[in-house]
């Protein structure tokens, strides 16, 4: 599988879930990680959990709320100090707002649209400018199958989703002649908190999305940081602007036919 030797990566979101699958194979594989979390107790259990696995890369939790600039620029500095510079951005943190449109506050909704895409721009208009003196780079963006297609009572959440595939596309284009890649991943259905809480803490084989998948399982957040791993590698050297789907097929058939 494809190393990570030396390279600095900072993960948002990386206090459970996908985010902490990230954290713990790329600091597993050589790299040094900035595990950034709003959820302090999430983001020091994953530092402790990479220092309990005895890989070879080093890691740093600093809880930042990335939707909010100040946070943002702290955290960048705190990379920049500890590790001397940035050559992947993993951009993971994410929530979601369980309602029907017209019951979304204006609160719900600015949340979510904050967190989700504004901390996008925000962590990479920090992160480019670094990147580019390092020759080159990797911004991976954690989209969503929701993206793609979706449900009922989610849409600040798909909106959201939806708009940080365009975002990719775009950055992709401007950062291009730097030498730094984007991308963007869209997993479908994770066996990670923000998935089984809200259907009643399920086993996963119980899950009641199991019987619309092709695959016929809900999928480990290992299996979506081994794609990001891909991503944040030489091995991906000629991929930029692009989704890549990991679904397990949700997304290939109508509706509820297997």
């Not at 979390?37 to 530092?47: L, M, P, Q, R, W």
């Not at 091995?235 to 890549?244: N, R, V």
């Amino acid at each position: 599988m494809a190393g990570l030797d030396n390279k600095v990566v900072i993960v948002t979101g990386a206090g459970q879930g996908i985010g902490r699958a990230i954290a713990l194979r790329f600091a597993g594989h050589g790299a040094s990680v900035m595990v950034l979390d709003v959820n302090a107790e999430g983001g020091t259990e994953t530092v402790h959990l990479i220092e309990a696995a005895g890989g070879p890369g080093r890691s740093q939790f600093m809880r930042s709320d990335v939707s909010l600039t100040t946070d943002v620029d702290k955290a960048i500095e705190a990379t920049m100090k500890l590790f001397g510079g940035v050559d992947v951005l993993v951009n993971n943190a994410a929530i979601a707002v369980y309602k029907l449109l017209w019951e979304y506050t204006d609160e719900d909704w600015d949340q979510v649209i904050a967190v989700n895409l504004r901390s996008i721009f925000l962590t990479a208009r920090r992160c480019i400018p670094l990147m580019q003196t390092r020759g080159g780079g990797s911004i991976i963006n954690m989209a969503s199958v929701h993206a793609r297609t979706t449900a009922t009572a989610n849409s600040a959440y798909v909106a959201s989703k939806g708009a940080v595939v365009s975002l990719t596309r775009a950055m992709a284009l401007e950062c291009a002649p730097f030498k730094i890649r984007v991308n963007c991943i869209l997993p479908g259905a994770i066996n990670t908190p923000m998935l089984m809480t809200n259907w009643g803490n399920l086993p996963p084989s119980e899950h009641p999305l199991v019987p619309a998948i092709p695959l016929k399982r809900i999928a480990d957040a290992d299996e979506i940081a081994k794609v990001a791993q891909f991503l944040a590698s030489d091995e991906s050297s000629y991929i930029t602007g692009s989704d890549i789907l990991a679904d397990g097929g949700l997304s290939a058939h109508f509706g509820s036919l297997g």
